[in-house]
């Protein structure tokens, strides 16, 4: 089992940038699958970045060319870097982790970004 705690999430303007992470506990963190998450008020909950056990990453079409999702397996930390923020990427984003082997999906309990001037 895993626990997920996000933070770096706040307040920024148009064109600005953030860096998410996401803190694990669990003595198999490199074996997960990770990803970053997001659900803006009145949405379903969609896909923003992900990363394999092995670092092969992959974006919505919405993020890609702005966000970068990595991993540092020994510090058992996940992060989100996005910039050229535009007002709808304003959610609250939640760190996931999926079970290499029960594919069991763990997340985090959020972390508010907002962009608007």
């Known amino acids: 089992q895993v626990q997920l705690v996000e933070s770096g999430g706040g307040l920024v303007q148009p064109g600005g940038s953030l860096r998410l992470s996401c803190a694990a506990s669990?003595?198999?963190?490199?074996?997960?699958?990770m990803g970053w998450y997001r659900q803006a008020p009145g949405k379903q909950r969609e896909m923003v970045a992900t990363?394999?056990?092995?670092?092969?990453?992959n974006y919505a079409d919405s993020v890609k060319g702005r966000s970068t999702i990595s991993r540092v397996d020994v510090e058992k930390t996940v992060y989100l870097q996005m910039n050229s923020l535009k007002p709808e990427d304003t959610a609250v984003y939640y760190c996931?982790?999926?079970?290499?082997?029960?594919?069991?999906?763990?997340w985090g309990q959020g972390t508010q970004v907002t962009v608007s001037s």
């Open positions: 669990g003595s198999t963190f490199r074996a997960y699958g």
């Open positions: 996931n982790a999926v079970h290499p082997i029960s594919k069991t999906n763990y």
């Open positions: 990363i394999t056990s092995g670092g092969i990453t």
